[in-house]
T-cell receptor, first 113, second 116 residues
Framework: DAGVIQSPRHEVTEMGQEVTLRCKPI?????LFWYRQTMMRGLELLIY????????DSGMPEDRFSAKMPNASFSTLKIQPSEPRDSAVYFC???????????FGPGTRLTVT | QQQVKQSPQSLIVQKGGISIINCAYE??????FPWYQQFPGKGPALLIA?????SEKKEGRFTISFNKSAKQFSLHIMDSQPGDSATYFC???????????????FGKGTKLSVKP
């Protein structure tokens, strides 16, 4: 398996623009997680899905953030409008049922100027 | 109560030495304690994990020690190598918090440097 795939790997955008981050989880995994990593706040869980259904979005910082999982092999995290404080590395991770193990993608480094 | 406190923030160890990273938690509902290793520019990767029914788990040079009464767990890296230089994160999770897998609560990370 290719592991969790994220795109783009780097994104530079101007404040106010819409940003869409994409994730393809490992085939067969029924959990998908979106995290944000910054120096100040470390790794933060934003939202997670089980069988394509959002379970907990309490970590989503503001209404500017939204996430979807239209099918078992694809998820998006959208920021609209983006702000400089959104600059971070965004990770997608997937996991399988009762195993508790999460497998992270390589991340998307977002820079908002 | 959801926090996982990790120390030290950074650690320098000589090649061949023992690296020790500590974590503490408060929530007794946590029932899964993994350690993740992250190299620069990469995502965190699961290194080793333990559940509270055992006090120690060893995989190669990596050992988790778990003290349920003290609500602490630690990662020991024996015979540390320069290739072990990375950031290490402890985490904790509970099946109580939604679904069967639960959320991972991460510590702030420890940057380990192993000097040749």
């Amino acid at each position: 398996d290719a592991g969790v795939i994220q795109s783009p790997r780097h994104e530079v955008t101007e404040m106010g623009q819409e940003v869409t981050l994409r994730c393809k989880p490992i085939s067969g995994h029924d959990y998908l997680f979106w995290y944000r990593q910054t120096m100040m706040r470390g790794l933060e869980l934003l939202i997670y899905f089980n069988n394509n259904v959002p379970i907990d979005d309490s970590g989503m910082p503001e209404d500017r953030f939204s996430a979807k999982m239209p099918n078992a092999s694809f998820s998006t995290l959208k920021i609209q409008p983006s702000e400089p404080r959104d600059s971070a590395v965004y990770f997608c991770a997937s996991g399988e049922g009762l195993s508790y193990e999460q497998y992270f993608g390589p991340g998307t480094r977002l820079t908002v100027t | 109560q959801q926090q996982v406190k990790q120390s030290p923030q950074s650690l320098i160890v000589q090649k061949g030495g023992i690296s020790i990273i500590n974590c503490a938690y408060e929530n007794t509902a946590f029932d899964y304690f993994p350690w993740y290793q992250q190299f620069p520019g990469k995502g965190p990767a699961l290194l080793i994990a333990i559940r509270p029914d055992v006090s120690e788990k060893k995989e190669g040079r990596f050992t988790i020690s778990f003290n349920k009464s003290a609500k602490q767990f630690s990662l020991h890296i024996m015979d540390s190598q320069p290739g072990d230089s990375a950031t290490y994160f402890c985490a904790a999770s509970s099946s109580f918090y939604g679904g069967s897998q639960g959320n991972l609560i991460f510590g702030k990370g420890t940057k380990l440097s192993v000097k040749p």
